[in-house]
């Protein structure tokens, strides 16, 4: 006599899944949370560069090396970018056309930020007349000579005529032909028509003096 044996089935044996469910996978918390803050960070960061980028002005600043007593060219200066919250002082890109054609007060170096209080006409001193001068190479020196330079103008024609003294109200410049200076000196009322006749008439020299001399 057989006996049956009944197969039961071991707890370890899964009937298979249809292949139309698919399980789901757990999500931790704190990888949900972690998601969440760095979207939420994301979103400020970005935030804050819009805000940084939209808190600019736009302010003058020096394009190039210009010494004292020079006139400002268009050329001198450009306009740029700067944080809002930047403490320096400067003038507004509005304000640049203001500058042009203003003689310096100092010297101001590429990069700085020029300001109304360093540009201007000097005033001329009453009993002074200031009177420009074309003077070539030989007859006046070589040296840098800023406004405010004492200089003596010996006249050249025959008799002699007596020496003036001057002082600089604008740097010499070069002009076009390279061989002959333009200068603005002021001198006294008196000598003033003098002085601009020698001037004239190439019988002109300039001659730097000591201050107080």
Same mark, same amino acid.
């Given at each position: 006599?057989? #006996?049956? !044996?009944?197969?039961?089935?071991? *707890? #370890?044996?899964?009937?298979p899944r249809p292949s139309g469910v698919q399980l789901r996978a757990r999500r931790s918390p704190?990888?949900? =949370?972690?998601?969440?803050? @760095?979207?939420?960070?994301?979103?400020?960061?970005?935030? =804050?560069?819009?805000s940084l980028n939209a808190d600019q002005r736009a302010v003058v600043v020096m394009a190039s090396d210009v010494r004292r007593g020079d006139a400002l060219t268009r050329d001198d200066l450009a306009v740029v970018e700067v944080?809002?919250?930047?403490?320096?002082?400067?003038?507004?890109? /509005?304000?640049? *056309?203001?500058?042009?054609? #203003?003689?310096?007060l100092t010297d101001l170096p590429a990069?700085?930020?020029p300001l109304a209080r360093h540009v201007g006409g000097?005033?001329? *001193?009453?009993?002074?007349?200031?009177?420009?001068?074309?003077?070539?190479?030989?007859k006046l020196p070589t040296a840098d000579m800023p406004p405010g330079t004492p200089v003596r103008l010996v006249g050249l024609a025959?008799?002699?005529? $007596?020496? !003036?003294? $001057?002082?600089?109200a604008a740097r010499p410049t070069l002009l076009d032909d390279g061989m002959t200076y333009a200068v603005d000196v002021r001198v006294a009322d008196a000598?003033? /028509?003098?002085?601009?006749?020698?001037?004239?008439?190439?019988l @002109?020299? @300039?001659v730097v003096v000591t201050e107080g001399r």
């Open positions: 006599m057989h #006996q049956q !044996t009944e197969h039961s089935a071991s *707890p #370890q044996e899964v009937a704190a990888l949900v =949370a972690l998601g969440a803050l @760095l979207v939420v960070g994301g979103g400020v960061g970005a935030a =804050a560069l819009v944080p809002g919250t930047m403490t320096v002082e400067a003038l507004g890109a /509005a304000d640049l *056309p203001t500058l042009v054609g #203003q003689r310096t990069g700085s930020f000097q005033p001329l *001193p009453d009993g002074e007349s200031l009177v420009g001068l074309r003077l070539p190479l030989g025959e008799g002699g005529s $007596a020496d !003036t003294s $001057a002082v600089v000598e003033a /028509a003098t002085v601009a006749r020698l001037s004239a008439a190439d @002109l020299a @300039l």
